[in-house]
């Protein structure tokens, strides 16, 4: 062989894979194969790996990839010297059993054996194992099966193989879809693996109706995708596909003056690009198409009455089309599809899908206005009759918690003040409680119940439709907000409000009768209620207690739930501590601010702020390591009041660190109480030279027992004066 290394290609020709799992598909099958060979010793770690997935195959480009792998040799420890041989040198039974272990029978002629100090010194004897060659035809057997067995599979199924399969033991096959092809080529050298029934060959299948020729035979791994071009009108590679198709979605809507709904505004192009490129829809399409060829369609302008979210979500979601919007951000009367063929006269295919549009627009239509025949208060008798939780009852009982607990955070934040509609004719605690109270009844609308996506969307129009005013309308749709990470807060206050409550009734209630998320299982999306609730107390620094929010929420339920307060609570501020872990907050200023368990959410970023300013300042790792001296101190004591006589201090360390206490600390509290945690923080940095001279010079547990209580109570005033704003003792090292 001229050759030590070659490229390698293998390609699984299946019937067509699930579109939504093909990216997945391709990068595991890919990878899995790649690591093994790499694990077998035949492809070195820094080979590219090329991963390729269309509807109608799988398959991986590894370069580098050698004939057979290179002997190894490796040192194995057996026993000390003197367990493996008896004083006059002969091997004894231990070493014997040793090498048994290992596969070996002691022959000195055939084993190498050395003698050589371990990592201890001891010297020891050690069997010199030389691993044989593996061909790559069964190193690349094994790494197949193993990617074969690794597919993350959505839905397997089984299938008999052809009468005429040569292969025993396949008569039936479980896989992802049936298997009609395989191609093992390294270099331009086929390699006799088998896998599914099938043998490998050279050769594959283009596009079902547009190859130039069949079957199209691959010469050399390196010519797989080229080939597949050229012959069989089949782009392979799934990221070149999705960006054929981002490319010529963004040239089509641009020639027409449109932009794509699926695009963000105000990025730049290569930014839109990759919104695109991972956009789910753009995703599936890639998955369903080997050669896209895009088509602009048009539907009737009259649909365009309907909410355009309807019309939308019913082209994506069902036809898989991309709607365009004009350039106020309007839905348009036209939309783009991607075919997988490419006719010369493209017209029976646009014809075809503007005939299967618009019935799905008519059934929106039809859904729209029957639904606005009935007023939303019409149907709240309704959410009586629909079960939530059996053991939480109905959307009816679930309405009526929620009502309950957003007319108490409501009347609360009215209480400090907080009237934000000078204009509205309803006040402020009305209008949440409207809103609360019909926030669930689009769930019994004939459209929610077939795009169950359009939730609170479709309250809010029909809300309108029916008199009620905007602040209510919005807050019925955006009382599900935030839905998820990222996801904007309610625009107004109302709508705040009534998104708060649903979430509180849902933790609340759930952790009450103990269904609690566990593992990577969390059916009632409890995490996300929580950060929900979290980003709302902080993001509007809303004038409420959580410890308030859950003790007023608990009521609601009457009987029906066990109150697990404690335990919500420790959920909601580990969700708060990884929230800020992922915002780049570091452990220790985490751990220092949130070991206080603030119950006014909004302050915790200023008291991050303040710690991350107090721990850049020189006096910091002094006064940390100060503070955990003290709570160690204290935590040894009995209880110990914060008082000190200043009779009783006798030792000039203490007077000092006593005056500069008092000099310091009622500045420092009222810098606190003002919310200024930042500046209360820095100026204890001065109490840094007293409190080490204390520490070194006073002796805490005098034997005079008044003198000892008065020493505690100095250090107990000074612990509670430090650990206002965060425990600083966190951030010692």
């Given at each position: 062989m001229s050759m030590v290394t070659e490229n390698l290609l293998l390609e699984l020709l299946v019937e067509e894979l699930p579109p939504k799992a093909?990216?997945?598909?391709?990068?595991?099958?890919?990878?899995?194969?790649?690591?093994?060979?790499?694990?077998?010793?035949?492809?070195?770690?820094?080979?590219?790996?090329?991963d390729y997935a269309s509807p109608r195959r799988l398959a991986v480009h590894v370069t580098q990839v050698k004939y057979q792998s290179d002997e190894k040799s490796s040192l194995i420890k057996l026993m000390p010297e003197k367990v493996a041989y008896s004083a006059d040198g002969q091997q004894t039974a231990a070493l014997e059993k040793r090498l048994g272990k290992e596969g070996y029978v002691?022959?000195?002629?055939?084993?190498?054996?050395?003698?050589?100090?371990?990592?201890?010194?001891?010297?020891?004897?050690w069997l010199k194992k030389v691993d044989q060659r593996v061909p790559l035809e069964v190193a690349l057997q094994h790494a197949?099966?193993?990617?074969?067995?690794?597919?993350?599979?959505?839905?397997?199924?089984?299938?008999?193989?052809?009468?005429?399969?040569?292969?025993p033991g396949w008569s039936t096959v479980s896989f992802v879809r049936p298997a009609h092809g395989l191609i093992a080529l390294h270099g331009g050298a086929v390699v006799p693996v088998t896998a599914l029934g099938l043998r490998a060959g050279n050769s594959t299948q283009g596009h079902r109706f547009e190859a130039r020729v069949s079957p199209v035979v691959i010469s050399h791994a390196d010519f797989y995708a080229q080939a597949l071009v050229d012959d069989g009108a089949v782009i392979a590679s799934f990221e070149d596909r999705s960006r054929v198709i981002v490319h010529a979605l963004r040239e089509e809507a641009a020639r027409l003056g449109c932009r794509l709904e699926v695009e963000v505004p105000n990025l730049t192009d290569a930014e839109a690009e990759e919104v695109l490129l991972d956009n789910a829809l753009v995703q599936e399409v890639t998955g369903l198409v080997e050669r896209p060829t895009l088509m602009v369609c048009s539907f009737d302008a009259e649909f365009l009455e309907v909410p355009q979210e309807c019309l939308i979500l019913t082209m994506k979601a069902n036809q898989k089309y991309f709607p365009l919007l004009d350039a106020a951000g309007k839905l348009s009367n036209r939309f783009l599809i991607v075919s997988n063929i490419n006719p010369h006269d493209p017209s029976a295919v646009i014809g075809g899908n503007e005939r299967v549009v618009r019935p799905r627009l008519a059934d929106a239509q039809f859904f729209y206005n029957q639904d606005r025949k009935r007023t939303l208060e019409s149907r709240v008798e309704g959410l009586s009759k629909v079960v939530y939780h059996n053991q939480l009852g109905t959307q009816g009982d679930r309405m009526h918690r929620v009502c309950a607990i957003a007319r108490s955070i409501a009347t609360a934040l009215a209480t400090n003040g907080f009237q934000p509609y000078a204009n509205e004719p309803e006040p402020f605690v009305t209008l949440v409680a409207i809103a609360a109270r019909l926030a669930k009844t689009d769930l019994l609308t004939d459209m929610v119940g077939e795009f169950p996506e359009l939730q609170g969307?479709?309250?809010?129009y029909y809300a309108r439709h029916d008199g009620l005013s905007t602040v209510?309308?919005?807050?019925?749709?955006?009382?599900?907000?935030?839905?998820?990470?990222?996801?904007s807060l309610p625009r107004s206050d109302v709508g705040l409000v009534v998104a708060l409550a649903d979430k509180l009734e849902t933790l609340v209630g759930m952790f009450g009768i103990g269904n609690l998320p566990t593992g990577d299982k969390d059916p009632f999306a409890l995490r996300r209620h929580a950060l929900g609730v979290i980003r709302m107390l902080v993001e509007r620094d809303l004038p409420l207690r959580l410890v308030d929010l859950l003790r007023d929420a608990n009521p609601a339920f009457g009987a029906?739930?066990?109150?697990?307060n404690a335990a919500l609570t420790d959920f909601v501020f580990d969700r708060l501590a990884g929230s800020l872990r992922d915002q780049g907050y570091s452990a220790q200023e985490v751990d220092a601010v949130l070991a206080l368990r603030p119950q006014r959410l909004g302050e915790v970023p200023k008291r991050l702020d303040a710690v991350r300013a107090f721990a850049a300042l020189p006096e910091s790792p002094a006064l940390a390591a100060a503070n955990k001296r003290i709570a160690n101190i204290l935590k040894k004591a009995d209880d110990v009041d914060a008082h000190v006589s200043p009779g009783l201090l006798q030792d000039d360390a203490e007077k000092a660190l006593h005056a500069a206490m008092h000099s310091v600390l009622p500045q420092a509290q009222t810098l606190f109480e003002a919310g200024d945690y930042a500046t209360s923080l820095q100026a204890l940095a001065v109490l840094r030279a007293p409190v080490d001279a204390f520490f070194d010079g006073v002796m805490v547990n005098a034997e005079q027992l008044d003198v000892r209580l008065n020493r505690l109570g100095l250090l107990k005033t000074l612990h509670l004066a430090m650990n206002?704003?965060?425990d600083l003792s966190k951030l010692a090292a």
């Open positions: 093909l990216r997945n598909l391709g990068r595991a099958f890919a990878a899995a194969l790649a690591d093994s060979l790499k694990a077998q010793g035949l492809a070195a770690a820094d080979a590219v790996v090329t002691f022959d000195d002629g055939v084993l190498n054996l050395t003698k050589e100090l371990d990592d201890k010194g001891v010297m020891c004897v197949l099966g193993i990617a074969i067995v690794k597919l993350p599979i959505p839905k397997v199924m089984q299938y008999q193989l052809a009468r005429d399969c040569e292969l969307s479709m309250g809010n209510v309308a919005d807050a019925i749709e955006d009382h599900y907000k935030p839905r998820f990470a990222g996801d029906l739930i066990t109150n697990a206002r704003v965060a």
